[in-house]
């Protein structure tokens, strides 16, 4: 059994999260503790990826050296958060450096241990991949939250440009979904979102790549350009 | 080969972006391929979400009917995009419905075909768990951005309200990291940043728990409060 502490702080974060508990059981058992006193180095820019850290205690800041050796502070993370498994996930190395704030006890995961662990026990990897995919279903609300606002004012803004371009009031979309949204700082969840929503105002209509542009006076309104 | 049109979908997607060719290759060809014409159920509310769905062409929508049996659109999806993988991860059933909204190919991979895949090759589930969290740093730089004009007015507000209720300057968080994050509408990355700022302009100083204010008059200003 993993001691409480870890299993209380894997239990937060989303790797870990969704995980049965003979399965999280599995890995937490496979994993190296270590503590570390607060300014110890824990890796280095350039070290291999071969490992991943949970936060049983303490705080660990992630930090880029400039040329001039100044510290820029990319993060910091506390208990139940992990570190460094994106640059882990990519067997590339880590892109920046991590210390130990304060008095802390960090749990390492190894790529190795959880390359053999998903091939014994393919639940494992579908339950990592449950809480990633139910925090990025989080985030995609917040972030839709965050820019309902200004979404379809921009949207607006760019359809009246594109219809401009055309010399007409319906055109055909030459970007992408994906394209578009990075064009006006939204994804494109929200971009679906905002363009449902001129479409039920009866101000737009959308078929395809192909869109058209019934009321430009109120686009232009909500685009903030009267 | 799969075909060429179902891969350039695949590379869009988070969950299959960061797979190596072989393990593209392997996973796609053991996808079912279907067509649907618009209006076209895919699954309704309840189905076992034993599979999720690549789209290739064409769109769909998500939604849910309430019981007077209006549509509630809660997505819609197109090429490059999947859906019904968090229900599929979960082992559960899919809680919304899904249509094609017009002439739509999907690819479809079961829960099945991936278990057995990622015993066969556990970097297949490395090359997913890649994908997303790539795309989750992706979406917190993005509630970073969208949130880091509110995120330290909002911050400081809650501080001047804790260092009320314990009667003097300096006082000791009882709310975790994430609990206050959620308090003020952000995550936990976001309030870290905004913990540095005030820091770095003097105003606080944070030791563990522990947090003194310096200078309630511009925590004040800050929040808005005067």
């Given at each position: 059994?993993?001691?409480?502490?870890?299993?209380?702080?894997?239990?937060?974060?989303?790797?870990?999260?969704?995980?049965?508990?003979?399965?999280?059981?599995?890995?937490?058992?496979?994993?190296?503790?270590?503590?570390?006193?607060?300014?110890?180095?824990?890796?280095?820019?350039?070290?291999?990826?071969?490992?991943?850290?949970?936060?049983?205690?303490?705080?660990?800041?992630?930090?880029?050296?400039?040329?001039?050796?100044?510290?820029?502070?990319?993060?910091?993370?506390?208990?139940?958060?992990?570190?460094?498994?994106?640059?882990?996930?990519?067997?590339?190395?880590?892109?920046?450096?991590?210390?130990?704030?304060?008095?802390?006890?960090?749990?390492?995961?190894?790529?190795?241990?959880?390359?053999?662990?998903?091939?014994?026990?393919?639940?494992?990897?579908?339950?990592?991949?449950?809480?990633?995919?139910?925090?990025?279903?989080?985030?995609?609300?917040?972030?839709?939250?965050?820019?309902?606002?200004?979404v379809?004012?921009r949207l607006?803004?760019a359809?009246?440009?594109?219809?401009?371009?055309?010399?007409?009031?319906?055109?055909?979309?030459?970007?992408?979904?994906?394209?578009l949204?990075?064009a006006i700082g939204t994804?494109?969840?929200?971009?679906?979102?905002?363009?449902?929503?001129?479409?039920?105002?009866?101000?737009?209509?959308?078929?395809?790549?192909?869109?058209?542009?019934?009321?430009?006076?109120?686009?232009?309104?909500?685009?903030?350009?009267?």
């Amino acid at each position: 059994m993993p001691r409480e502490d870890v299993l209380a702080a894997a239990r937060k974060s989303p790797l870990f999260s969704r995980l049965k508990p003979r399965a999280l059981d599995a890995v937490l058992r496979r994993g190296a503790l270590s503590r570390h006193e607060g300014g110890e180095s824990i890796f280095m820019s350039g070290d291999p990826a071969d490992r991943f850290y949970l936060v049983v205690r303490g705080r660990v800041k992630i930090f880029k050296l400039s040329s001039g050796g100044a510290q820029q502070i990319l993060h910091g993370f506390g208990p139940g958060e992990t570190f460094g498994e994106a640059a882990m996930w990519e067997g590339g190395r880590f892109p920046a450096c991590a210390e130990a704030l304060e008095p802390t006890q960090l749990l390492a995961v190894s790529r190795a241990v959880l390359r053999e662990a998903f091939g014994r026990d393919p639940e494992l990897a579908i339950g990592m991949l449950a809480g990633l995919s139910r925090r990025l279903r989080e985030l995609v609300g917040l972030v839709e939250e965050l820019s309902l606002k200004d979404v379809p004012a921009r949207l607006a803004g760019a359809l009246l440009d594109e219809a401009e371009k055309a010399g007409g009031s319906a055109f055909c979309m030459k970007r992408t979904k994906a394209e578009l949204a990075a064009a006006i700082g939204t994804i494109p969840e929200t971009l679906s979102r905002a363009l449902r929503k001129l479409k039920r105002a009866g101000w737009i209509e959308v078929r395809g790549p192909r869109i058209a542009v019934f009321r430009p006076d109120e686009l232009r309104r909500l685009s903030g350009r009267d």
